[in-house]
C-alpha cells in the first residue's frame, strides 16, 4: 500500500509536465457558472492601466466592489498588464491582483481576469531589439508601451508564456476566480495607429519571415512545388519572403501570405491557453474579438482574424459590442445588434457557447466624437439579445468612465464623480435575473437553424492586393443582404464557414446560400455537391467559383464542377455599377410567389445569363434586363435543387432592402421547405423589430421577446408544440407563472413589450 501511494504521489508531481490532465479547446467546456460582470481594477483606472496601491486603497476598493455586489453583479472582471506586472525580467508584482481578489472574496464577488500583453515592459525591448515590428517597407515600429514586440521571437514568445503562466498560479490561489480572457481584440499590433507609414503592414520581422517559410514548408513540401505555385525561380528557402506589392503575373503568393496571418493569429491564441493551462487546469479560458469577422477584411495590414478559426483555439470566443461607440451616425441598427452576436454564435456553434467579452457601459467617447447616451434600454435590448443567441458570459465594459486617453470621460457604468446611474442599476438588475436562473440559461441553447449562409474569406481576396479598394465590403454587404431578411422575419439563421462545406456535416441544413463566393476550393464545391445530393437547397450568385484558392481562373463558370449541380453555364457577364433589373417569367415559384404581380428583382454589380450545361433540364425564373437571356434559373440535382442568380442580389439588398428582393429572400425559405417553429405579429416589420428567439432544453423551451423599438408593441407569438395540452408558463423579468392551452398544436403568446425591453418565458409541459 504504501508502495501504491508513492507511485500515486509521483504521478501527481510529474502531471503537470506531462500535461496529461490538461483540458483542450476541442473538449466542450461545460459551464456551472454564468459569469455577469462589470471591469474593475481597483480605483479609476482604465483598462489596461492599473492603479497605484495607497493606504486608502483597500478600504476605496472594498467599498466599489461591494456596491457592485450590491447592485447584482455576480462577478467583477479585472486585468493585469505585462508592463506593469513584469518591470524586470522575472520580478512579478501581483500586488492589484491579490488585493482585488482578496477583497472581491470578502464581498462575494466571482473574478474574471483579463490578461493584457500588449503593451510590454521596458526590459524586453533591450534584451531583444531586434524583435520590433517592422513593415513590408523595413520601417521599425518603436513601442510606446503598445504595440509591443513580435512574439515569433523566440524570446519575446518564452518571456509572454512566462508571464501568462505566473499569472494563472497566483490567480489559482483564490477560489473566486471564475475564468480567463487571453486576448482583448486580437491582431498583430493592437492599440497603435501606424499612419506615418502608407498602407502599413505587418510583421515583416525576420522572424515572421522564418515562421511564414515554415508554414510554406509545410503546405507545399518542396522548393519546386513552391517555384510553380508563386511563379518564381527561388533556388534557396532563405530567398523566400512574404510579397511586397502586387504583379499581374499571379497573387497566390498574397493569398498565402493572408492565409498565413490568419492562421498565425489562431496559433499565437493557442500559444496562450496552453501557456494558462500550464497552470490552470480547470477555468473556463476565453477570448474576443474587437468586432466580428464578418466586417473584417483579410487586407488589413495589422492583422486580420477569423472569428471560427479563433474559437477553435480556445473554450469561448466572443466580441466586443460597442452598438453607440461614438458618433450618432455610428450607432447600431437592429440588424446590427443581432448580426454581431449571431454570426459569434456561429463560430461558436462547436463550442455550445460564446462570451460577450466587453458590452458598451455608458456614452462613447473618441476625441471629440460622443455618441447617445445609452439607456436602461439599450441594456436590456443589447444583453437580453445576446442571452436569447447562446452567451455564455457577459461582461460590461466598464465600471468607472475611462479616466485618460482619447476615450476619457467615456463607457462608464457610472459617473464620472462615482454616483450611480440609473442603467448601472438596471444592469444589476438583468445580472439578478441571470444569476438566479442561470441552471436555466446554462442548459439551454438555441434551436438548430435551417438557413446557412457561407462567409468565406477567400472570396475578399479575389484579384489580391492590386484589387483590395475595388468593392472592400462586397462580401459583407452580400451576406447581410440576406441576413437581414432572415433575422427581421424571425427566421433563424447561422452562418457556416467555407471550410465547413468541406468537411463538416450539413444535414441539419435545408437551405445553404453562397453570396459573393467567387473564390472557392474543389473540396468546398464537392461539399455543395454532396449537400444538394443528399436533398438540399443551395443558392448561389454570379461568378460563383470563378477563381480557385490560388487565384486561377475556372474553364467554365460556375467552376469546379459546379455547372453539374446547378445545370447552367455562364454565358455573358455585364459589369453595371447601378441597380439591375431581372425580369420575372415564372412568378409561380415558390420563392418568387411572394412577389405578387407586380414585384422585381433587383441586382448590383454583375448580371450574368447563363446557358444549359449538357442538356440539363432548368427552370428560367428570371431573365437578364439587359440582353432577354435567361439570368435566374433553378436545376434538380440528386434529390435537391440549385438556384443560380446571375447578379449579386444580396449586394443589392444592403444597406437599403429592396422590397422585392426580400419578398424572394423569405421565398427561397419557403422553396426549401424550412420549418419555422416560432412565428410574431411583427415578423418582417421594418419600423418596429421584435426579435424573438427560442431556445430549447430537457424540460422545454425558453422563449424570448426583444423589443428594438421605442414604441410599445402588442405583440403575439405563435409556438409550433409537439403535442397538445396544457403547458406551464413562467415569464423571468417580471416574475409572472400561469397555464396555457394549446389549439391545434399552436401555443399563443400574447404580451404588452414595453419599449426597449424584452421578456422571457420558461416553458413546460
Known amino acids: 500500500m504504501r508502495q501504491k501511494l508513492s507511485f500515486c504521489f509521483l504521478i501527481l508531481i510529474l502531471l503537470p509536465f506531462f500535461g496529461i490532465a490538461q483540458p483542450h479547446p476541442n ?68 500586488e492589484n491582483l491579490r488585493l482585488l481578489m482578496r477583497l472581491a472574496d470578502e464581498v462575494g464577488l466571482k473574478v474574471f481576469i483579463q490578461v493584457y500583453a500588449d503593451s510590454a515592459p521596458e526590459w524586453l525591448g533591450s534584451q531583444y531589439s531586434d ?36 499569472t494563472a498560479k497566483v490567480a489559482n490561489e483564490y477560489d473566486n476566480l471564475i475564468g480567463w480572457d487571453l486576448w482583448s481584440e486580437p491582431h498583430i499590433i493592437n492599440w497603435s495607429n501606424i499612419d506615418y507609414v502608407q498602407n502599413a503592414q505587418f510583421c515583416y520581422c525576420s522572424y515572421t519571415q522564418s515562421r511564414f517559410r515554415n508554414w510554406l514548408r509545410e503546405k507545399y513540401g518542396s522548393l519546386d512545388n513552391l517555384n510553380t505555385a508563386w511563379h518564381r525561380s527561388f533556388n534557396s528557402w532563405n530567398q523566400v519572403s512574404p510579397p511586397r506589392f502586387s504583379t499581374i503575373l499571379s497573387y497566390t503568393d498574397y493569398i498565402d501570405w493572408k492565409t498565413f496571418i490568419y492562421e498565425k493569429l489562431q496559433k499565437d491564441l493557442s500559444d496562450r491557453y496552453n501557456a494558462i493551462r500550464d497552470a490552470d487546469m480547470q477555468h473556463v479560458v476565453t477570448s474576443h474579438a474587437a468586432v466580428s469577422s464578418i466586417i473584417i477584411s483579410p487586407h488589413m495590414g495589422e492583422g486580420a482574424t477569423d472569428d471560427f478559426l479563433m474559437a477553435d483555439a480556445v473554450d ?63 441594456h436590456n435590448v443589447w444583453a437580453w439579445t445576446a442571452i436569447s443567441k447562446g452567451a455564455r458570459g457577459i461582461n460590461i465594459y466598464a465600471y468607472h468612465p475611462m479616466s485618460s486617453g482619447y ?27 441571470v444569476t438566479k436562473n442561470k441552471d436555466l440559461f446554462l442548459k439551454s441553447k438555441p434551436v438548430p437553424a435551417q438557413v446557412a449562409l457561407v462567409y468565406n474569406p477567400l472570396s475578399q481576396m479575389v484579384g489580391g492586393a492590386q484589387r483590395r479598394a475595388d468593392y472592400p465590403s462586397g462580401h459583407h454587404d452580400s451576406l447581410i443582404g440576406y441576413y437581414r431578411v432572415f433575422a427581421e422575419n424571425n427566421i433563424d439563421v447561422d452562418f457556416i464557414h467555407r471550410e465547413d462545406l468541406e468537411n463538416k456535416d450539413l444535414s441539419q441544413y435545408k437551405l445553404v446560400i453562397l453570396p459573393w463566393s467567387m473564390m472557392l476550393t474543389d473540396e468546398a464545391a464537392n461539399g455543395l455537391k454532396r449537400f444538394v445530393e443528399n436533398g438540399g437547397y443551395a443558392v448561389a450568385e454570379a461568378r460563383t467559383a470563378w477563381n480557385d484558392e490560388r487565384g486561377y481562373a475556372s474553364e467554365r463558370i460556375p467552376g469546379m464542377g459546379l455547372t453539374e449541380v446547378f445545370g447552367v453555364y455562364e454565358d455573358q457577364v455585364w459589369m453595371r455599377e447601378e441597380d439591375l433589373d431581372f425580369p ?12 405578387g404581380a407586380g414585384g422585381k428583382l433587383t441586382g448590383f454589380l454583375y448580371g450574368s445569363s447563363f446557358k444549359p450545361y449538357a442538356g440539363s433540364e432548368i427552370d428560367i425564373l428570371a431573365t437578364f434586363g439587359l440582353t ?15 438556384m443560380m442568380i446571375g447578379t449579386f442580389l444580396g449586394l443589392a439588398n444592403h444597406p437599403e432592402l429592396k422590397p422585392g428582393n426580400a419578398a424572394f429572400i423569405k421565398g427561397l425559405a419557403d422553396w426549401a421547405g424550412v ?54 408558463v413562467r415569464e423571468l423579468t417580471q416574475e409572472d407563472e400561469f397555464t396555457l392551452e394549446t389549439e391545434d398544436g399552436v401555443l399563443l403568446i400574447e404580451t404588452m413589450l414595453p ?11
Open 131 to 166: 524583435a520590433k515590428f517592422t513593415t513590408q517597407s523595413g520601417v521599425q515600429v518603436e513601442p510606446q508601451a503598445a504595440p509591443g514586440y513580435c512574439v515569433d521571437h523566440a524570446g519575446v514568445h518564452e518571456a509572454m508564456m512566462n508571464f501568462y503562466t505566473e
Open 584 to 595: 420575372l417569367i415564372d412568378r409561380q415559384h415558390p420563392a418568387t410567389i411572394p412577389l
Open 628 to 642: 432577354g437571356k435567361p439570368a435566374l434559373t433553378v436545376h434538380k440535382y440528386g434529390n435537391g435543387e440549385a
Open 407 to 433: 476615450e476619457s470621460g467615456g463607457y462608464g457604468l457610472i459617473n464620472q464623480d462615482g454616483s450611480l446611474t440609473d442603467r448601472a442599476r438596471n444592469a444589476g438588475k438583468i445580472a439578478q435575473i
Open 27 to 94: 473538449q466542450v467546456f461545460e459551464p456551472d457558472f454564468f459569469p455577469f460582470s462589470v471591469w474593475y481594477s481597483g480605483g479609476d483606472a482604465r483598462a489596461p492601466m492599473l492603479s497605484t496601491i495607497n493606504p486608502e486603497s483597500e478600504e476605496e476598493w472594498r467599498k466599489d466592489l461591494q456596491q457592485i455586489r450590491d447592485l447584482g453583479f455576480n462577478t467583477v472582471r479585472t486585468w493585469v498588464e505585462w508592463q506593469r506586472v513584469e518591470p524586470r525580467e522575472g520580478e512579478y508584482h501581483f
Open 316 to 378: 469561448y470566443y466572443g466580441v466586443s459590442l460597442y452598438p453607440k461607440h461614438n458618433h450618432p451616425d455610428r450607432h447600431w441598427p437592429a440588424w446590427r445588434v443581432m448580426n454581431m452576436m449571431d454570426f459569434s454564435r456561429s463560430a461558436n456553434i462547436d463550442n455550445n457557447g460564446w462570451y460577450v467579452g466587453e458590452l458598451q457601459a455608458g456614452k462613447g467617447t473618441i476625441a471629440l466624437l460622443v455618441s447617445d447616451p445609452v439607456t436602461p434600454g439599450d
Open 755 to 765: 419599449g426597449r425591453d424584452a421578456r422571457v418565458w420558461e416553458i413546460a409541459k
Open 675 to 728: 420549418n419555422q417553429k416560432v412565428t410574431s405579429s411583427h415578423d418582417g416589420s421594418e419600423s418596429a423589430i421584435v426579435d424573438i428567439q427560442l431556445q430549447e432544453n430537457e424540460d422545454g423551451y425558453l422563449l424570448f421577446a426583444i423589443n428594438h423599438a421605442e414604441t410599445e408593441e402588442e405583440v403575439s407569438i405563435s409556438l409550433q408544440m409537439e403535442e397538445d395540452g396544457t403547458y406551464s
